[in-house]
């Protein structure tokens, strides 16, 4: 049977949804004084842990969601069901999403997401939340016999869709607008199943950046899936996650993300579990703001790698946007810890 689904975009540009209807919000893009003076150039924070669901995903899965309840007609209609694979953060994002446009939401995790991750979905008013196999693959595999099973499903992918990457590319679309007429040397972003990666990347594209900016792409070693599938000119699949950021846990990236991954603009770079843990502590110290490792990972890139190590263009001018991806898989616990397996003055 043929899984339902939202139709891909027609094309590489689509029609936004007016602002009160999006399951996301326009979120800031502030500058950061200390880590600008860190390294030594302009660093602006793209803040969107602030959207509903705490992480960046309320854009493509919210936008993927409203794409399949409006193709069918069903926005605001308490029948259609919305099923979701996801170790937490997607998940979080289908069942905010699908509440806010009038729909139920059931969730499948795997078994590596932790109960702390599987309450918070359950608490933001999933359906059900089921846990099943060992990673997001078998997981998903359930999540799809569920939508086979059931007239009123549709099923919701948690990366790999078009409709993923076009709510994603809203980013770039925010950026832009908020540099008034400026465009960023770079962009630093964390990358799991390459979702976000290839989002940025249409959207650069798309505005005529793509040869322009700089695409700095971060995992963590043990979930270095793209990393691993760009030094060998093909898509490879880890044997097994064994990162502490587990919301970058695909062993293998999305198709698409490999092929922009391997644009020109591209600077692929691998950090420590240690340096991703230091940088979220650091970011709450420092910025006043919590986000997990996943998304510590990429801040890593400024506070451990040196973003003038690693693009020897830049300048005191220049002007790098970090995209600050959010997260729910943290509290002032999982921060204590961090800081007592992961000591402040160790490196990457």
């Known amino acids: 049977m043929?899984?339902?689904?939202?139709?891909?975009?027609?094309?590489?540009?689509?029609?936004?949804?007016?602002?009160?209807?999006?399951?996301?919000?326009?979120?800031?893009?502030?500058?950061s004084a200390t880590?600008?003076?860190?390294?030594?150039?302009?660093?602006?924070?793209?803040?969107?842990?602030?959207?509903?669901?705490?992480?960046?995903?309320?854009?493509?899965?919210?936008y993927q969601i409203l794409q399949i309840l409006r193709s069918h007609s069903l926005v605001s209609s308490s029948t259609a069901h919305i099923y979701s694979s996801s170790g937490g953060n997607a998940g979080l994002a289908a069942?905010?999403?699908?509440?806010?446009?009038?729909?139920?939401?059931t969730v499948v995790v795997p078994e590596s997401t932790s109960a702390f991750m599987a309450e918070k979905v359950r608490a933001?008013?999933?359906?059900?939340v089921l846990v099943c196999g060992k990673s997001w693959v078998e997981a998903d595999q359930h999540v799809r016999m569920l939508v086979e099973q059931d007239k009123d499903g549709y099923y919701c992918a948690p990366f790999d869709h078009p409709d993923v990457w076009e709510g994603n590319a809203t980013l770039v679309d925010e950026i832009l607008k908020d540099m008034n007429g400026d465009v960023p040397d770079a962009v630093v972003a964390s990358v799991g199943g390459g979702g976000l990666l290839v989002?940025?990347?249409?959207?650069?594209?798309?505005?005529?950046?793509?040869?322009?900016?700089?695409?700095?792409?971060?995992?963590?070693?043990?979930?270095?899936?793209?990393?691993?599938?760009?030094?060998?000119?093909?898509?490879?699949?880890?044997?097994?996650?064994?990162?502490?950021?587990?919301s970058l846990g695909?062993?293998?990236?999305?198709?698409?993300?490999?092929?922009?991954?391997?644009?020109?603009?591209?600077?692929?770079?691998?950090?420590?579990?240690?340096?991703?843990?230091?940088?979220?502590?650091?970011?709450?110290?420092?910025?006043?703001?919590?986000?997990?490792?996943?998304?510590?990972a990429s801040l890593a890139a400024v506070y451990e790698l040196g973003l003038r190590k690693m693009m020897p263009e830049l300048t005191s001018?220049?002007?790098?946007?970090?995209?600050?991806c959010g997260g729910s898989n943290v509290n002032l616990e999982i921060l204590e810890k961090y800081r007592t397996e992961y000591p402040l003055q160790q490196k990457a």
């Open 317 to 324: 001018e220049s002007k790098v946007v970090v995209v600050v």
């Open 95 to 105: 069942v905010h999403a699908s509440r806010m446009l009038g729909a139920r939401c």
């Open 199 to 246: 989002g940025l990347q249409l959207g650069l594209e798309r505005s005529g950046l793509e040869e322009r900016t700089r695409m700095v792409a971060v995992e963590t070693r043990g979930a270095e899936s793209l990393n691993a599938s760009l030094r060998e000119g093909r898509l490879v699949t880890l044997e097994e996650i064994t990162s502490i950021a587990t």
């Open 250 to 296: 695909a062993r293998t990236v999305a198709e698409k993300a490999f092929e922009v991954g391997s644009w020109g603009n591209v600077i692929s770079r691998v950090v420590s579990d240690g340096a991703a843990a230091r940088a979220c502590v650091r970011f709450a110290e420092e910025e006043r703001m919590l986000v997990e490792a996943a998304c510590g």
């Open 2 to 31: 043929t899984i339902p689904t939202a139709p891909s975009p027609s094309s590489t540009t689509s029609t936004l949804p007016p602002a009160p209807s999006r399951p996301w919000i326009h979120t800031p893009l502030i500058p």
């Open 35 to 62: 880590l600008s003076t860190l390294a030594g150039c302009t660093v602006l924070l793209k803040l969107d842990l602030h959207q509903p669901s705490g992480s960046f995903k309320s854009r493509g899965v919210g």
């Open 124 to 128: 933001a008013g999933a359906e059900q």
